[in-house]
């Protein structure tokens, strides 16, 4: 689109949000276009009906023509001793394409789910585009969640392939990703694990050896058409309850929300290049560390370890060298700089950015400022993004030249997006009053299409509070003016370091342990990290001690993997519990945190408020 049109047009953009989309859909490639396009019959609704693409095709061969050399990919390895790698879109097409054939070799077909379990190196990308080249749904398991976390993933997909690396570099440390893998795969569907060299250990017999196998395929695989409610990938998410769900996403309207909040969002050209810091293993990874600016034919850059190594100058470093034009990261990495890093932002010459991005987690004040000062210096747009897994794309946010940009306000709905803030009855609240944030019809393209397997879960997650509207489980409140403050997760999902967690699934982890009775896990402030689990327990057997403790927050890692560390487990006699059974957490919170309570009368057993109280 040109520049500019989207000013003079905002009138149709706003009010007629399907000409909206349509009109950006026009934007990609389409082998056939649409004859319908939005669909609707709550809770389903579909995007683009009768039209047919394949997203890898407009990641890749569509920029061959007047992009080929360019680079598509920039990989940043940990090591500091190793060389950044630049990929061009030529070299990156034949890299998918190859890996294309070589999943066709191993059988598999349209509408397999291939699991992958890769760190930030090229080779995500390319699976991910890979399956997608021949409408295999990819299902990516972020690496650094443990074996159980992947095996249960791996389960619930039924896949059959498994795309995974002898391991990476973090913190200037080798992380082995076999040995979790090995145990992974027992009791699944499993038969084919693929595996990435990146620290050239021995592929293990009977596992396929990635570079070995490459080899041999063509450098062109015929993409395989799909139709744009055929599903892309699906992404396993936390929620209330213990088992995360699989998020499914469509082709067409996800490829179209991603390719064009990339656009606007971040006044993203193709001669630009995007850093977003986020692990692929999430939806922000994604959307945009592989759809979103590939899809636009921008350059994409991808670091494979951690911020502090070897010192925390090394993000400003990388910006510096590569000339990243679109930072976009999470409030966690800005309060961990503002804390550890100021020092190191001198040396570093940051001019080439012009946009920030934040996203995961509520920004606070101190970091916006930080981030819009320090590293914005005091004139770049900040952009504040609202979204989840769920919504597959940035949903609320002010744009860049449009503004307005409010420290801890993320902005309004992005155009053709209807967001509402309601009261527990579904009806609108008054502006500045807290409320559930819901989204209503038409539902944007990038939203998910469904739960993989699971139709109930869809339907009673998502659509059972409220009739006909999309509930977000986020509260937040409107100012007078339409921007939208967000006030955090009302259900008992945690974010811990802008990384999404059930308490259900940590509480599971503890309750499997043979001396615990019950636990209860409730989130408190953190300084850095937002928010971080906390645990009451009850013992069944056993003392409390230390050592128990010790065991009891290794149990938790070990089920979900390290970023859900228990930062302190209270041992108690009882849990605060309503007549019908429910752990009053809330209670529990108030507790931790010196917050008033307002009632005990609808608990069973008041008189361990106090006694809690007291231990604490
Ligand atoms: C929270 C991440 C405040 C929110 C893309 C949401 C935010 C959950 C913001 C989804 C933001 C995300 N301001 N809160 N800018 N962005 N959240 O699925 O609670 O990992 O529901 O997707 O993160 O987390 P998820």
């Known amino acids: 689109m040109k520049e500019g ?4 047009s905002k009138k149709v953009y706003f009010q007629e949000p399907i000409k909206f989309w349509e009109e950006q859909a026009k934007e990609l490639d389409w082998d056939t ?5 939005y669909k609707e019959k709550l809770p389903y609704f579909k995007w683009f009906v009768g039209g047919k693409l394949n997203a890898s095709m407009n990641c890749l061969d569509r920029h061959l023509e007047t992009r080929l050399n360019k680079t598509a990919l920039i990989w940043v390895p940990e090591p500091t001793k190793e060389k950044p790698i630049k990929i061009t879109y030529k070299e990156l097409h034949e890299k998918v394409n190859k890996f294309a054939n070589l999943l066709k070799r191993l059988k598999v077909k349209k509408g397999d789910v291939v699991s992958i379990y890769l760190p930030m190196i090229p080779e995500v990308i390319i699976s991910m585009l890979a399956c997608s080249r021949i409408g295999a749904i990819h299902s990516v398991v972020f690496s650094a969640f443990s074996e159980e976390a992947l095996q249960s ?6 896949s059959k392939v498994l795309i995974t690396a002898d391991g990476y570099f973090r913190k200037g440390k080798k992380v082995d990703l076999l040995k979790k893998v090995k145990k992974a795969v027992k009791g699944t569907k499993v038969k084919k694990v693929i595996v990435v060299p990146r620290l050239e250990k021995k592929v293990p017999k009977g596992f396929i050896n990635y570079t070995k196998e490459i ?13 744009s409610e055929d599903t892309l990938f699906i992404l ?32 993203l050209h193709e001669n630009d290049i995007m850093w977003c810091t986020a692990d692929v293993g999430w939806i922000t990874g994604h959307t945009y560390s592989c759809y979103g600016p590939l899809s636009l034919g921008a350059t994409l850059l991808i670091y494979e370890g951690s911020p502090d190594f070897p010192n925390f100058g090394r993000w400003w470093k990388i910006i510096q060298e590569n000339k990243v034009n679109v930072f976009y990261t999470a409030p966690t990495a800005i309060r961990l700089f503002m804390k550890f890093g100021e020092k190191y932002l001198k040396k570093y010459n940051l001019n080439s950015l012009k946009i920030l991005g934040t996203v995961g987690e509520p920004i606070d004040e101190d970091a916006w400022n930080w981030y819009f000062k320090k590293i914005g210096k005091s004139k770049l747009p900040l952009i504040d993004t609202w979204w989840q897994t769920e919504t597959g794309a940035n949903v609320i946010n002010s744009l860049p030249g449009v503004g307005p940009f409010i420290p801890s306000y993320a902005g309004k709905p992005f155009p053709g997006i209807k967001m509402a803030i309601v009261n527990g009855k579904g009806n609108k609240v008054r502006v500045g009053k807290p409320g559930h944030l819901v989204q209503l019809s038409p539902f944007a393209p990038g ?10 879960r869809y339907k ?5 509070k409220f009739k006909n509207k999309y509930d977000t489980s986020d509260g937040a409140f409107m100012d007078k003016d339409g921007n939208i403050r967000l006030t955090g997760r009302i259900d008992d999902v945690i974010k811990v370091a802008g990384h999404r967690l059930s308490t259900a699934e940590m509480e599971n982890a503890l309750d499997d342990d043979d001396c615990v009775n019950e636990a209860a896990i409730v989130s408190v402030p953190d300084k850095i990290r937002g928010e971080v689990p906390v645990a009451f327990v009850v013992l069944e057997k056993g003392k409390p001690s230390d050592v128990l403790k010790k065991k009891l927050v290794n149990d938790v890692r070990v089920r979900i993997g ?30 931790l945190i010196g917050e008033k309570i307002k009632s005990t009368t609808t608990l069973v057993n008041p008189e361990c408020v106090k006694k809690i109280e007291d231990g604490l």
């Open 5 to 8: 049109a989207w000013i003079s």
């Open 33 to 37: 276009m649409w004859k319908l396009p």
């Open 153 to 158: 993933r791996m389960k619930d997909g039924k």
């Open 215 to 227: 080899r041999k395929e063509k450098s062109f695989c015929k993409p395989k058409i799909m139709k």
């Open 236 to 267: 396993y998410t936390s929620g209330t309850t213990g088992k995360p769900k699989g998020v499914m996403r469509d082709t067409g309207g996800y490829l179209t929300q991603a390719s064009t909040t990339s656009k606007f969002n971040f006044n």
């Open 447 to 456: 939203m998910l299409q469904g739960v993989f397997r699971n139709k109930k």
């Open 460 to 464: 009673e997650t998502y659509w059972s």
């Open 562 to 591: 390290p970023i859900a560390s228990l930062k302190e487990i209270y041992f108690v006699d009882d849990l605060p519990k309503t007549r019908s059974g429910k752990i009053m957490r809330r209670i529990l919170k108030s507790l």
